[in-house]
């Protein structure tokens, strides 16, 4: 078993409609977790970064974190033709190494 | 303007033939990191760095080797390169470990022929 999965997509929803991105891992001793968003032919930048169990809201993007399950979401709110791209999920437990998920294109049709 | 850049952004280059990616930031981070991107693989780190003269072995170090004598600077250089070293190359930094908010550089896609 991967240590991180996530569906790598490609995910087409319209304009407007809520977004639900998610990944699973194997490791119970993940700590952090982040959510990375990758425009095409552009680095990675960070959206949302989550410690341990819960949720974080930042506008219109919410991040969960179920430890028990070992799964993580990201939801995304009226969603924009800006938010296409490929989101990559990311996980570390707390050294400085981290494992990221190969990532789940997003396309969101006007 | 704070940023992280990678030269260079385009490489082509021979089998056996040693490069060097050079990779500088001017946020004054102590963490850095290398990556390479893959289809089908995702975002792999290759190295990283904590501080000065401190490195460590990511998930994929195997053909690559890095240095940190000045802070801002860390290079990737590999000493023989091969086909499956054909990748996109990301360089990052970030203030601290690297859970919070790493800054990535534009990119470097290196193919070896």
């Known amino acids: 078993q991967k240590e991180v999965e996530q569906d790598p997509g490609p995910l087409s929803v319209p304009e407007g409609a809520i977004v639900s991105l998610n990944c699973t891992y194997s490791?119970?001793?993940?700590?952090?977790f982040m959510w990375y968003r990758q425009y095409s032919r552009k680095g990675p930048e960070l959206l949302m970064y989550?410690?341990?169990?819960g949720n974080k809201e930042d506008g219109r993007f919410t991040a969960q974190v179920d430890k028990s399950s070992k799964y993580i979401s990201l939801f995304i709110r009226d969603s924009q033709p800006s938010d296409s791209a490929t989101y990559l999920c990311?996980?570390?437990?707390?050294?400085?190494?981290?494992?990221f998920g190969k990532g789940t294109r997003l396309h969101i049709l006007p | 303007e704070a940023q992280v850049t990678q030269n260079p952004r385009y490489l082509i280059t021979v089998t056996g033939k040693k490069l060097t990616v050079t990779c500088s930031q001017n946020?004054?981070?102590?963490?850095m990191s290398w990556y390479r991107q893959d289809p089908g693989l995702g975002l792999r780190q290759i190295y990283y760095?904590?501080?000065?003269?401190?490195?460590d072995k990511g998930d994929v170090p195997e053909g690559y080797k890095v240095s940190r004598k000045e802070k801002r600077n860390f290079p990737l250089i590999l000493e023989s390169p091969s086909p499956n070293q054909t990748s996109l190359y990301f360089c990052?930094?970030?203030?601290?470990?690297?859970?919070?908010?790493?800054?990535f550089g534009p990119g470097t896609r290196l193919t070896v022929l």
């Open positions: 490791n119970s001793a993940f700590q952090y």
């Open positions: 990311a996980m570390s437990v707390g050294d400085d190494k981290i494992i």
């Open positions: 946020m004054n981070h102590e963490y």
């Open positions: 760095s904590m501080n000065v003269e401190v490195t």
């Open positions: 989550t410690y341990s169990s």
């Open positions: 990052a930094s970030s203030l601290g470990a690297v859970y919070n908010e790493q800054f």
